[in-house]
């Protein structure tokens, strides 16, 4: 069993960065494979970035690629996501999730675990 818990989120105008955190409990976080998603009203979830249980592998969705980054660290078991040049079409309540395949995926059915979510406005 792994929770997952979102901080980070918040207020921020175009062209601004923010650092999105997930805390990991479980002593098996260092197998699990780490994603993040987001979402907005009437729209599906979808896919931002992903990393392997290495954190050598890493994934993202076309409209993020090259401003935002996905790491990890499996000693303080936690996951992040650095996000660059923010732009409206970004707000979303962004989730942390955990897979137990540990490779990285950018499929939203092969996590197992998913955090509350935080949310991020981009104001234009």
């Known amino acids: 069993q792994v929770q997952v818990v979102e901080s980070g989120g918040g207020l921020v105008q175009t062209g601004g960065s923010l650092r999105l955190s997930c805390a990991a409990s479980?002593?098996?976080?260092?197998?699990?494979?780490m994603g993040w998603f987001r979402q907005t009203p009437g729209k599906e979830r979808e896919f931002v970035a992903a990393i392997n249980w290495s954190g050598g592998l890493t994934y993202y969705a076309d409209s993020v690629k090259g401003r935002f980054t996905i790491s990890r660290d499996n000693a303080k078991n936690t996951v992040c996501l650095q996000m660059n040049s923010l732009k409206p079409e970004d707000t979303a309540v962004y989730y942390c999730a955990a897979a137990k395949v540990g490779y990285g995926t950018s499929r939203l059915s092969e996590y197992d675990y998913w955090g509350q979510g935080t949310q991020v406005t981009v104001s234009s």
């Open positions: 479980g002593r098996t976080f260092s197998r699990y494979g």
